[in-house]
């Protein structure tokens, strides 16, 4: 478990962490979420005892990190894949961590296999991809077989079938009651991942909770397509809806949204079943009538605003 205690932590004149507290229980992923700049890493390595906090205490399995009796085997990290030197090939860099943490040399042949990187095992970490280098960091952090996980975004310059093969990992290492904390800006995949979300914003706590309850909180639309779409909009209005063309194919759109259909309509304020029976009302045919829950995305940057 890690636990999180009224922590601040100053630089000089600037406020990184301040009087942040949660838990991060064992048995499920929980993400850690915020801007850039809003103290995520900072946490990270106060807990992990890199940085020293300035008030307040972060504690796993109830104690600081410098007290734990067999830190490699209670806690495994990775905040920056880019720091190993690249001289040294994938299998000599998990060899010289495994001894310093008295871990068997088996263990680090079942760790590249693990990650997917037996294959370059010998090959010199300076001629790896960013998503190797990625897989590598991964690879030490799991190198004790920790109960305790925490992962800085883990998932930046994997392709697609890494950032899937790492869900999966996470999930089942959650699943036989490991404490699980992972950062990312990847929102669809953290809502892919999380069970539960710790959001922060200028070094204070916004959030604490499961992701299935912060979605309930954000009302999505009703996806609606008519070939009477003009129509059906005037009935809707004048029923109390908000009503918004949505976005044609090919046209320009936010990141945030995706191409329509031509004659879909995306409606807040009516239920689906609302809208189907205003539409057969009003003579209005209807192609498509989908409730659209918030994601991720969209209730993290209402609640950080």
């Known amino acids: 478990m890690i636990e999180v205690i009224d922590l601040t932590k100053v630089y000089g004149s600037t406020r990184a962490v301040s009087g942040l507290t949660f838990d991060v229980k064992p048995g499920q992923v929980t993400g850690f979420l915020g801007h850039n ?5 900072t946490t990270m390595r106060v807990i992990l ?16 990190k410098r007290d734990l009796r067999d830190p490699m085997r209670e806690v495994g990290a990775m905040l920056d894949a880019t720091e190993v030197q690249g001289g040294r090939s994938a299998f000599d860099h998990l060899q010289a961590l495994a001894h310093a943490g008295g ?4 263990r680090v042949v079942e760790v590249l296999e693990e990650v997917g990187l037996a294959g370059a095992a010998r090959k010199r970490i300076a001629g790896f991809s960013h998503g190797m280098r990625q897989r590598l960091g991964i690879a030490a952090a ?80 009703v996806s609606v397509r008519s070939p009477h779409a003009t129509r059906l909009t005037g009935a809707l209005e004048a029923a109390g809806a908000t009503v918004r063309r949505a976005q044609a194919p090919g046209a320009s759109t936010p990141s945030t949204s995706v191409s329509r259909a031509e004659g879909e309509l995306l409606v807040t304020g009516l239920s689906a079943a609302a809208i189907g029976d205003l539409a057969l009302v009003n003579g209005c045919a209807i192609h498509e009538l989908t409730p659209r829950q918030a994601s991720l995305e969209e209730a993290f940057m209402e609640i950080t605003q």
């Open 49 to 64: 005892g890199l940085h020293k906090p300035t008030s307040g205490r972060a504690l796993i399995n109830g104690v600081r």
């Open 37 to 41: 700049g809003a103290g995520k890493s």
């Open 103 to 106: 871990i068997a040399r088996r």
């Open 142 to 221: 799991l190198l004790g077989e920790p109960g305790v996980l925490i992962l800085d975004e883990p998932v930046n310059g994997l392709d697609p079938d890494g950032i899937r093969w790492l869900r999966t990992l996470l999930r089942s290492l959650a699943a036989e009651g490991r404490t699980v904390l992972l950062s990312s800006h990847l929102m669809t995949e953290m809502s892919l991942t999380a069970d539960r979300l710790i959001i922060i914003g200028r070094g204070q706590l916004i959030e604490d909770t499961t992701m299935a309850e912060l979605l309930s909180r954000f009302q999505g639309d």
